[in-house]
């Protein structure tokens, strides 16, 4: 967006409390995850989130979504904040070096990706923790208690919640992502989404288990994306009343027409992040679906692509030292270990990377029919009556239809860990 137009200076001047408080006197076009899940509503269109297990994501995502006016998410799951370069301390600071470079005008959000809640330890740290995220400058949360059986699941959301501002865009689950195979029920949604709703939690987004996975798919050992649109349309008809929207996690690996139809399904946000991390090591990658291509169940560097084969080679290196299979999901530990050298590339590496990471975001802006959606942020921002951006939606239901002998699952987890 021009950044000297008046839609986008009300934009700046009614940016949320925490942003206004860390980043006032900048013209970075940080918004509510509120005002873009409003405005995605509005255009029937999706919202990319790009996950920044690399800072150059983050180049990548404001450089594709200025150039194409589109509202964009930055996000960093939980568990990637352990094992990531980019963190939950210096992504803002990232985006706003970024943002200036540019010469500001990119519309975002930064999205706390998979806080997961596992138990009463996570949850009484998450409130301190969150807190401390939050005042770092992000704009929206996905609270993961999906580990979590459907009545604690829903009650771990409840609680945390409640230490959330409401103008800030949330995001909650039901149903881990784990893969083809067992699937979210449109009962578990209603019960979880409708306790909520009683208790006053009112989510932007629901992210559920769909067929999804998230990381590469190896076809060597028969792995298939099969996300099962008609279950999600099932889900996302069913919580329309309560003002939500299907959050699209795994999308990594998924061929891009179809990924052009998910917003016939409800679908307004489509989370990407192994993909680019593929990009960023250069990894050889299907051109419809992204999934990183495999030979003799190793993964294949393109020497012309990514970061530098003696980088590659190092990184390899140390796999083999630790044990790692040369396809192991494990080379995602990478991100950390080899982040300031990635950042200390050449500046035609650093280039060619970034510039890789938009052609495909491009691609998702286009599939995701996003383009132009800046302009409709900032027009939900123009219209509300004062700078909160908190939702108004209505109680639908009574608490005590959502105790805890009402809920439909009363099994918990079958220990396999899907955080990311």
Known sequence: MDIKSKA?????????????????????????????????????TICLATNARNPLVIKAALTAAKKHNSAIMVELAKSESTYCGATYDNIPEYALKYSEEMGHGAVFALHVDHYAIKGEADL?????????????????????????????????TREIAGWISPELGLEVEVGEIKGPGELSTVEEALYYIGGLNAWNV????????NGSKHGTYDTTAGQAEG????????????????????????????????CATFLNYGIRK?????????????????????NAITTGSTYHKDPNRGISKELWDKMVADADSQGFARNSGDYKKFNLTYCDAVLNEPKEIQDRIVDEM??????????????GSAEMVAEVIAKREDGNSAPERKVLGERKSFLKEFAPNKGGSDGG???D
């Open 417 to 419: 860990n899907y955080d």
């Open 227 to 258: 996300i099962d649109l008609k279950r999600t349309k099932e889900i996302a008809d069913a919580i329309a009343p309560y003002g939500v929207a299907i959050a699209q996690h795994g999308i990594s690996g998924t061929p891009i027409d179809k």
């Open 202 to 209: 009112f989510p932007d987004y629901l992210a559920i288990s």
């Open 8 to 44: 986008y200076q009300s934009l700046l001047a009614r940016r949320p409390l925490n942003v206004r408080a860390k980043f006032g006197n900048t013209e970075m076009g940080l918004v509510s995850g509120r005002d873009i899940a409003a405005a995605m509503k509005k255009l029937g």
């Open 358 to 371: 938009v052609w495909w975001i491009e691609r998702y802006i286009k599939a995701f029919k996003s383009e």
């Open 270 to 290: 489509g989370n990407v992040a192994t993909l680019f991390q593929n990009l960023c090591f250069g990894l050889e990658v299907d051109e419809e679906t992204g």
């Open 124 to 156: 009484l740290k998450g409130a301190s923790h969150l807190t401390h995220i939050l005042n770092n400058g992000f704009t929206s949360v996905a609270i993961d208690a999906s580990h979590l059986a459907d009545f604690e699941n829903f009650q771990a």
